[in-house]
């Protein structure tokens, strides 16, 4: 993954807070609504709140200048165990 480490940390701690706020709000509901996996990653994304910023803005400022969409979607994946791979790569 090309996501620097601290960046994944606080991204992931992020995530995971908006999921336990939220617990109703999973990838399975949003199948079931015909939305993708990676629909519901982004949103979880934009539900964030980090270093004061909403994920938006903050992957704007802290993300884009070394990643891009693929980059960051492949650390949601992982951050939402989504991909099949645990965060170091291997098969869960």
């Known amino acids: 993954m090309k996501i620097q480490d601290a960046h994944y940390q606080k991204l992931e ?3 995971k807070e908006v999921l336990a706020a939220h617990p109703a709000i999973t990838v ?3 199948a079931a609504q ?3 996996a990676m629909r519901f990653n982004f949103d979880v994304l934009w539900a964030c709140k980090i270093d004061g910023k909403t994920g938006n803005a903050w ?7 070394y990643m891009n969409d693929e980059h960051i979607g492949t650390a949601l994946k ?4 989504n ?5 170091h790569g291997k098969l869960r």
Not at 83 to 87: A, E, I, K, S, T
């Open 78 to 81: 992982r951050i939402m165990g």
């Open 83 to 87: 991909d099949g791979l645990n965060r």
């Open 13 to 15: 701690t992020a995530c």
């Open 59 to 65: 992957i704007c400022s802290e993300l884009y200048p």
């Open 28 to 30: 399975e509901a949003y």
């Open 34 to 36: 015909g939305l993708s």
